[in-house]
């Protein structure tokens, strides 16, 4: 009987790989021209952040070299 019970036992791994699938066919996947589009709208807001934080940042770096007096 315990050898039987030993058997019905989920494996840990299988169960995970069937419910990751299960939820996957859930995804509403977006089109190729959407997913292009959104592509470009995150490289253009990468850009553009990293654009301030370098502005920002060479900013900090001035005021603080003026307000210590080096350079």
Do not use: C, Y
């Not at 995150?42 to 070299?65: K, P, Q």
């Amino acid at each position: 009987m315990a050898e039987k019970d030993r058997g019905k036992k989920p494996n840990a791994i299988q169960s995970f790989f069937r419910e990751t699938v299960g939820e996957l066919r859930k995804v509403s996947w977006p089109s190729w021209p959407e997913a292009r589009h959104l592509t470009i709208i995150v490289l253009v807001v990468m850009i553009v952040m990293g654009i301030i934080l370098g502005v920002t940042d060479a900013s900090a770096r001035t005021l603080l070299n003026l307000i210590l007096g080096l350079s």
